[in-house]
T-cell receptor
Framework: EAGVAQSPRYKIIEKRQSVAFWCNPI?????LYWYQQILGQGPKLLIQ????????DSQLPKDRFSAERLKGVDSTLKIQPAKLEDSAVYLC?????????????????FGEGSWLTVV | EDQVTQSPEALRLQEGESSSLNCSYT??????LFWYRQDPGKGPEFLFT???AGEEKEKERLKATLTKKESFLHITAPKPEDSATYLC????????????FGGGTRLMVKP
C-alpha cells in the first residue's frame, strides 16, 4: 500500500517569498492533516481536513498560511510571505476517518515531510 | 489544554543495555496514546496505540505500557539500529483525531 506522498522534499527560499507544498494521502483516507515540526520539537498541528472540509485550523497563522483540499483528496499548503521562523519540516498525514471509538482507523500515518529553510 | 512531556530528552545506551523512556500526559478524556519512531530526515513512523490503563503492546525489542498518567516505552537489549527519536502523542476524545505530541526522546545506541 502506498504511503502519504509529499513534494517537494526540500525547499530554500528568501524571506518574504512564497512557497507551496503538495500532499497526496493514503488512498481512501478521509482525514488529512498538516503538521509543522521545528527542529528538536514534536510536530504541531496546523490544519485538519475531513474530505474537503476544514475540521480544525485554530493553530494556522492565517495571515500568511493557507491550505486547501480540493475534491477531498490532494492538498496544498501555502506560505506567503515567508518569515525566518517558518523554517521547519511540514508533515502531511492522513487517517481513515474521524469516527469515534478506539480502533485502528484512528491511526495517523505521516509522509516523509517537506523541509523548508527561509534565509 | 492537553499536554505531553517526554523524558529524558536524550538517552545514550550501550548495545544490550535495556532502559525505559517516559511519557507523562494530561488530557481531557484519552482516546488513545500513540508512540512513533522518527529517523533523521524522515517522517514519524507509527509503532503502537494504547487505549486504556494497564494495556501493553510489544514489537521486537520494544514494549509500551500505559497508566492513567503516563506511558513507558521499554527497550530490551537495544541494537544500534534502534537509534532514533521516539515521539509520544495523545489523542483526546473531544478533539477529533488530532494528536498532541511531546518533544521526543533522542535515543543513541552505541555498539
Amino acid at each position: 500500500e502506498a504511503g502519504v506522498a509529499q513534494s517537494p522534499r526540500y525547499k530554500i527560499i528568501e524571506k518574504r517569498q512564497s512557497v507551496a507544498f503538495w500532499c497526496n494521502p493514503i488512498s481512501g483516507h478521509a482525514t488529512l492533516y498538516w503538521y509543522q515540526q521545528i527542529l528538536g520539537q514534536g510536530p504541531k498541528l496546523l490544519i485538519q481536513f475531513q474530505n474537503n472540509g476544514v475540521v480544525d485550523d485554530s493553530q494556522l497563522p492565517k495571515d500568511r498560511f493557507s491550505a486547501e483540499r480540493l475534491k477531498g483528496v490532494d492538498s496544498t499548503l501555502k506560505i506567503q510571505p515567508a518569515k525566518l521562523e517558518d523554517s521547519a519540516v511540514y508533515l502531511c498525514a492522513s487517517s481513515l476517518d474521524l469516527a469515534g471509538g478506539r480502533y485502528s482507523g484512528n491511526t495517523i500515518y505521516f509522509g516523509e515531510g517537506s523541509w523548508l529553510t527561509v534565509v | 489544554e492537553d499536554q505531553v512531556t517526554q523524558s529524558p530528552e536524550a538517552l545514550r545506551l550501550q548495545e544490550g543495555e535495556s532502559s525505559s523512556l517516559n511519557c507523562s500526559y494530561t488530557v481531557s478524556g484519552l482516546r488513545g496514546l500513540f508512540w512513533y519512531r522518527q529517523d533523521p530526515g524522515k517522517g514519524p513512523e507509527f509503532l503502537f496505540t494504547l487505549y486504556s490503563a494497564g494495556e501493553e503492546k510489544e514489537k521486537e525489542r520494544l514494549k509500551a505500557t500505559l497508566t492513567k498518567k503516563e506511558s513507558f516505552l521499554h527497550i530490551t537489549a537495544p541494537k544500534p539500529e534502534d537509534s532514533a527519536t521516539y515521539l509520544c502523542a495523545v489523542q483526546a476524545g473531544n478533539a477529533g483525531n488530532m494528536l498532541t505530541f511531546g518533544g521526543g526522546t533522542r535515543l543513541m545506541v552505541k555498539p
